[in-house]
């Protein structure tokens, strides 16, 4: 899909954002046994409010440039996407399953989100959110996710080791009655029953990168 000039602009943009946040020197020992100073982008404590709004005024001027509403960074969403974070770092899998089976609609429901989600991004990377963003916008599937005219709401968050590997997972949301059963039910990990059938029901738009 042919990007506008605007859109590349604001990517570049983030990019050099990005560039601009908090590393840290590390001291890595390569396969040769040398010893070498590795720049590693390191969140502080007190740096997860931060890293939420930089990355919801990226994501809502991505947006305005497709002419579409901003979103609202919500708490429940926030904390959606922190539970799966934790959930994919203990997996030591980027994939939209909880380690229960639930699914984003599952995790929507479960912290009280009023409406329904409608799409879900997540990452297992070094990168910065900035950087990840741009990933997120250079792949169709997970591009729908950000620029979605129905979603109104978006949930941030994101887990990170002790090596500076993060977890990042962005939620989006919208309008609706929540669902009681999930359409991603027949699509569950091995060795959890599947007791339910699929409701027809349109399915939320999930990515990764």
């Known amino acids: 899909m042919k990007k506008s000039p605007l859109i590349l602009s604001l990517l570049a943009t983030l990019f050099m954002v990005a560039a601009c946040t908090e590393t840290v020197n590390s001291t890595v020992q390569t396969a040769d046994g040398r010893t070498v100073v590795a720049k590693t982008y390191r969140i502080n404590k007190n740096g997860e409010s931060r890293v939420q709004y930089r990355m919801l005024d990226a994501v809502n001027a991505l947006r305005g440039a497709k002419g579409v509403p901003d979103l609202v960074l919500n708490a429940q969403l926030n904390a959606a996407a922190a539970t799966h974070s934790?959930?994919?770092?203990?997996?030591?899998?980027?994939?939209?399953?909880?380690?229960?089976?639930?699914?984003?609609?599952?995790?929507?429901?479960?912290?009280?989100?009023?409406?329904?989600?409608?799409?879900?991004?997540?990452?297992?990377?070094?990168?910065?959110?900035?950087?990840?963003?741009?990933?997120?916008?250079?792949?169709?599937?997970?591009?729908?996710?950000?620029?979605?005219?129905?979603?109104?709401?978006?949930?941030?968050?994101?887990?990170?080791?002790?090596?500076?590997?993060?977890?990042?997972?962005?939620?989006?949301?919208?309008?609706?009655?929540?669902?009681?059963?999930?359409?991603?039910?027949?699509?569950?990990?091995?060795?959890?029953?599947?007791?339910?059938?699929?409701?027809?029901?349109?399915?939320?738009?999930?990515?990764?990168?």
């Open 86 to 209: 934790r959930d994919m770092a203990i997996q030591n899998r980027p994939w939209h399953f909880g380690s229960d089976g639930s699914s984003p609609l599952d995790r929507g429901k479960r912290v009280g989100y009023p409406g329904i989600v409608r799409g879900e991004n997540i990452s297992e990377t070094f990168e910065t959110e900035l950087e990840t963003l741009a990933a997120w916008m250079a792949e169709e599937g997970t591009r729908s996710v950000l620029v979605d005219p129905e979603a109104v709401d978006m949930g941030f968050s994101f887990v990170q080791e002790s090596n500076g590997k993060l977890w990042w997972t962005l939620v989006t949301g919208g309008p609706g009655v929540p669902q009681e059963v999930s359409p991603f039910a027949e699509f569950v990990p091995v060795n959890r029953p599947k007791t339910i059938e699929t409701p027809e029901a349109p399915e939320p738009v999930v990515g990764d990168s």
